[in-house]
T-cell receptor, first 113, second 113 residues
C-alpha cells in the first residue's frame, strides 16, 4: 500500500553539524512529497515540498531531493543550529486524493550548543 | 488570518464520557481533516470533509464522528472515551487542488483517565 518510512526516530547533533534524515516512500500513484516541521507546543508546519515535475525543494537552508529510482526524499542541511531542534515529518499526497497526507513516524532532532 | 484554530488545547476526559473537539479556519478551504498522533507513531488520518461530504477511514469508522455545519468549522466527536483515545488530535485544512500543502492547527492533547 501507500506508505512513508522514516527509520531514524531521534537524531542528536552539535551546532554546525551536517544533518541528513532518511525518508523513503512506497506508492503506485503520483506523489507530491513534503517535509513538515513541528516545534514544541506547535502544530506541524510546512518546511518544503517537491512534485515529480521539479525534483528538488529548499527552504531556510534545508534541501530535499526527490529520487524516483530509489523512491527516496531525504532531508539535508549543511549546518544546523539550536533553533532547528524539532520533530521533522516526511509526508506525501497522491494525485486526486484530496491532499490526504501519508506521514512517516517523524524524526526528533536535538541540536546541542 | 491564515491559521487553523483548535479548541481546547488540552482536554482531560473520563473513561466512558463524550469528548468534542473543535477546529476552525477562515481561509475558505473546502477540505478539513482530523489526524490522530500518538507517541512514536506517524500521524494517522481519522476522517476528512470535502465540502459537506464526510470521508471516514475504515478502521476508525465507528470510533469517531464529525460535523461541519459551515465551511469554516469542523468538530471531532467521541461518544464514549476509552484509554486508547489518549493522543494529540491535529486538525488541518486545504483546498482540493493537487499539490496544496494542508495547513495544521496547534493540536488538542486529549488525556483520558
Amino acid at each position: 500500500g501507500d506508505s512513508v518510512i522514516q527509520m531514524q526516530g531521534q537524531v542528536t547533533l552539535s551546532e554546525n553539524d551536517f544533518l541528513f534524515i532518511n525518508c523513503t516512500y512506497s506508492t503506485t500513484g503520483y506523489p507530491t512529497l513534503f517535509w513538515y516541521v513541528q516545534y514544541s507546543g506547535e502544530g506541524p508546519q510546512l518546511l518544503l515540498q517537491v512534485t515529480t515535475a521539479n525534483n528538488k525543494g529548499s527552504s531556510r537552508g534545508f534541501e530535499a531531493t526527490y529520487d524516483k529510482g530509489t523512491t527516496s526524499f531525504h532531508l539535508q542541511k549543511t549546518s544546523v543550529q539550536e533553533i532547528d531542534s524539532a520533530v521533522y515529518y516526511c509526508a506525501m499526497t497522491l494525485m486526486s486524493n484530496y491532499n490526504v497526507l501519508y506521514f512517516g513516524s517523524g524524526t526528533k532532532l536535538t541540536v546541542e550548543p | 488570518d491564515t491559521t487553523v484554530k483548535q479548541n481546547p488545547r488540552y482536554k482531560l476526559a473520563r473513561v466512558g464520557k463524550p469528548v468534542n473537539l473543535i477546529c476552525s479556519q477562515t481561509m475558505n478551504h473546502d477540505t478539513m481533516y482530523w489526524y490522530q498522533k500518538k507517541p512514536n507513531q506517524a500521524p494517522k488520518l481519522l476522517l476528512f470533509y470535502y465540502d459537506k461530504i464526510l470521508n471516514r477511514e475504515a478502521d476508525t469508522f465507528e470510533k469517531f464522528q464529525s460535523s461541519r455545519p459551515n465551511n469554516s468549522f469542523c468538530s471531532l466527536y467521541i461518544g464514549s472515551a476509552g484509554l486508547e483515545y489518549s493522543a494529540m488530535y491535529l486538525c488541518a485544512s486545504s483546498l482540493r487542488v493537487d499539490n496544496q500543502a494542508p495547513l495544521f492547527g496547534e493540536g488538542t492533547r486529549l488525556s483520558v483517565l
